[in-house]
């Protein structure tokens, strides 16, 4: 740590991205680490960081973030676009007055719109599952037929973070930490216990900000009484595995 | 958060290095936030609890100021923040060492340990995160920056061929990501202060006691 002065907090303020990524090297870190000692301010800044990337991933996931077109063909594609959503927005309303549909300007209910999610989002749950599990026969997700969510949201912590190399090691060669997920895919599968009979698969996913997936199980209470499997498959080229094996129930009451 | 400045906590440990006792304490304080950050942020957080090794390293760091083995305050925020990582390390290393005993209770400790540790948001405050997130893309002045946050917080996007693709410099676009954690700051801080960062209580009553402790155990009779 040379200086405490103004410009060193701004050159240490522009390496927070890096630092919450694991990128720096052993002595970038030892002094970036110095300086979040010295400076609630920069460790504030590594907090909102923090709280971006997840915050990122978390409206991804939700479908809440517009992935722009690139600047060069935004003024491009405008015009097609507001034609397309008139054209649309027409077809809609001229559809619904010709079922007998109530006007949606009559309606209360639909004048107060959620910007972001539609109405059904109070019945979507959202399960995180720990990378250990214990070896009780519990299951780490139960619900019944009748009160189950519209939509499962399943998070397992499950991707391990690997050197450039390949290696596992808490720490990669020139200090940096490991940030590279084992499989570049991942996939879930619901597998009903007694018969092995294969009852859902996920499309695969790469792990967004490096380590986390989410799996989306619509209508899980059209499944069949009964426990479940849910495996965790990593899959790279290669080479295919069971990263983990958790248990859900369905039961009937 | 803690509005103490840099050069504040730089004056106050200097003030402890020459044995002023008040000093100490308000040592204690300062280096609080930033040992717990240390720990919070490194490279070994999810193995570790962080308030406990924080209270370990600033118990160090306390013997060391008061052996005077240290004589200025920029070695002792690098003397910290290395105790602070080596203390993280080994209590990683224990940690998986552990994982790796067949042992069915030790390992629901361990899966509750980690649960617990991934929730430290809870939905409600998850979902809150987000809509502060999409509410700060959606308020982003140009497409550029918002491609800018979504490229290379989401897809992880090398900053260098971002810089290049969209002509943007790298002070530039550093700029674009300080903004944006500003951004965030103010409107969590508005809509959901408790996901700002904030000191808790123990962050004053820790190191009060740590202090009394220490001066009762050298220098104080009973």
Same mark, same amino acid.
């Given at each position: 740590?040379?200086?405490?002065?103004?410009?060193?907090?701004?050159?240490?303020?522009?390496?927070?991205?890096?630092?919450?990524?694991g990128?720096?090297?052993r002595?970038?870190r030892a +002094?970036f680490e110095a300086?979040l000692i010295a400076?609630?301010?920069?460790a504030?800044?590594? +907090?909102?960081?923090?709280?971006?990337?997840?915050?990122?991933?978390?409206?991804?996931?939700?479908?809440?973030?517009?992935?722009?077109?690139?600047?060069?063909?935004?003024?491009?594609?405008?015009?097609?676009?507001?034609?397309?959503?008139?054209?649309?927005?027409?077809?809609?309303?001229?559809?619904?007055?010709? $079922?007998?549909?109530?006007?949606?300007?009559?309606?209360?209910?639909?004048?107060?719109? +959620?910007?972001?999610?539609?109405?059904?989002?109070?019945?979507?749950?959202?399960?995180?599952?720990?990378?250990?599990?214990?070896?009780?026969?519990?299951?780490?997700?139960?619900?019944?037929?009748?009160?189950?969510?519209?939509?499962?949201?399943?998070?397992?912590?499950?991707?391990? $973070?690997?050197? +450039?190399?390949?290696?596992?090691?808490l720490e990669?060669?020139?200090g940096?930490v490991?940030?590279?997920?084992?499989?570049?895919?991942?996939?879930?599968?619901?597998?009903?216990?007694?018969?092995?009979?294969?009852?859902?698969?996920?499309?695969?996913?790469?792990?967004?900000?490096?380590?986390?997936?989410?799996?989306?199980?619509?209508?899980?209470?059209?499944?069949?009484?009964?426990?479940?499997?849910?495996?965790?498959?990593?899959?790279?080229?290669?080479?295919?595995?069971?990263?983990?094996?958790?248990?859900?129930?369905?039961?009937?009451? | 958060?803690?509005?103490?400045?840099?050069?504040?906590?730089?004056?106050?440990?200097?003030?402890?290095?020459?044995?002023?006792?008040?000093?100490?304490?308000?040592m204690l304080?300062?280096l609080r936030p930033g040992v717990l950050a240390v720990l919070r942020f490194g490279a070994f957080n999810r193995w570790i609890d962080p308030e406990d090794l924080t209270q370990e390293t600033l118990h160090i760091v306390v013997e060391r100021v008061?052996a005077?083995?240290i004589?200025?305050?920029?070695k002792v925020f690098a003397f910290a923040a290395a105790t602070a990582r080596n203390l993280a390390l080994n209590a990683a290393r224990k940690m998986l060492r552990q994982?790796?005993?067949?042992?069915?209770?030790?390992?629901?400790?361990?899966?509750?340990n980690?649960?617990?540790e991934?929730?430290?948001?809870?939905?409600?405050?998850?979902?809150?995160?987000?809509?502060?997130? *999409?509410?700060?893309?959606?308020?982003?002045?140009?497409?550029?920056?918002?491609?800018?946050?979504?490229?290379?917080?989401?897809?992880? *996007?090398?900053?260098?061929?971002?810089?290049?693709?969209?002509?943007?410099?790298?002070?530039?676009?550093?700029?674009?990501?300080?903004?944006?954690?500003?951004?965030?700051?103010?409107?969590?801080?508005?809509?959901?202060?408790?996901?700002?960062?904030?000191?808790?209580?123990t962050a004053?009553?820790f190191p009060?006691?740590l202090?009394?402790?220490f001066?009762?155990?050298?220098?104080?009779?009973?």
């Amino acid at each position: 740590m040379k200086s405490l002065d103004h410009e060193s907090l701004e050159e240490q303020t522009r390496l927070v991205p890096r630092y919450v990524a694991g990128d720096l090297s052993r002595s970038e870190r030892a +002094e970036f680490e110095a300086w979040l000692i010295a400076s609630p301010e920069l460790a504030a800044e590594v +907090e909102m960081e923090r709280r971006l990337r997840r915050g990122i991933a978390s409206a991804a996931r939700r479908g809440w973030l517009k992935r722009g077109a690139t600047p060069a063909t935004i003024g491009r594609d405008r015009r097609w676009r507001v034609a397309l959503a008139a054209s649309l927005v027409l077809a809609l309303t001229t559809l619904g007055l010709s $079922l007998g549909l109530p006007h949606p300007g009559n309606n209360p209910a639909s004048a107060t719109t +959620e910007p972001r999610e539609p109405r059904q989002r109070s019945a979507s749950r959202t399960v995180r599952l720990a990378s250990v599990r214990g070896v009780a026969t519990l299951p780490d997700i139960a619900f019944t037929q009748a009160d189950a969510p519209a939509k499962l949201v399943l998070e397992p912590d499950v991707v391990v $973070l690997t050197c +450039e190399d390949g290696s596992m090691a808490l720490e990669c060669p020139g200090g940096a930490v490991p940030y590279t997920p084992q499989y570049p895919e991942y996939e879930l599968a619901l597998v009903k216990h007694g018969d092995s009979s294969l009852a859902w698969r996920s499309e695969r996913q790469a792990p967004v900000s490096r380590n986390q997936l989410s799996f989306e199980l619509r209508d899980p209470g059209a499944l069949e009484v009964g426990d479940y499997d849910l495996i965790v498959r990593g899959h790279s080229p290669e080479h295919e595995e069971v990263v983990a094996r958790y248990l859900l129930r369905v039961a009937a009451q | 958060m803690s509005s103490v400045s840099v050069e504040e906590i730089e004056r106050i440990v200097a003030a402890a290095l020459s044995g002023d006792p008040q000093a100490e304490t308000r040592m204690l304080v300062a280096l609080r936030p930033g040992v717990l950050a240390v720990l919070r942020f490194g490279a070994f957080n999810r193995w570790i609890d962080p308030e406990d090794l924080t209270q370990e390293t600033l118990h160090i760091v306390v013997e060391r100021v008061r052996a005077r083995t240290i004589d200025d305050p920029r070695k002792v925020f690098a003397f910290a923040a290395a105790t602070a990582r080596n203390l993280a390390l080994n209590a990683a290393r224990k940690m998986l060492r552990q994982q790796t005993v067949v042992d069915s209770g030790l390992i629901d400790e361990l899966a509750q340990n980690l649960e617990m540790e991934q929730g430290e948001l809870s939905d409600s405050d998850d979902r809150q995160l987000a809509q502060a997130v *999409a509410d700060l893309i959606d308020e982003l002045p140009t497409e550029r920056d918002r491609q800018v946050i979504i490229r290379f917080y989401l897809d992880a *996007a090398d900053k260098h061929e971002l810089c290049r693709e969209l002509g943007l410099s790298p002070k530039h676009f550093d700029r674009v990501l300080m903004r944006a954690r500003s951004r965030l700051r103010t409107i969590i801080e508005r809509r959901a202060p408790h996901l700002a960062l904030f000191p808790r209580i123990t962050a004053i009553l820790f190191p009060l006691a740590l202090s009394f402790t220490f001066w009762v155990r050298h220098f104080g009779p009973w």
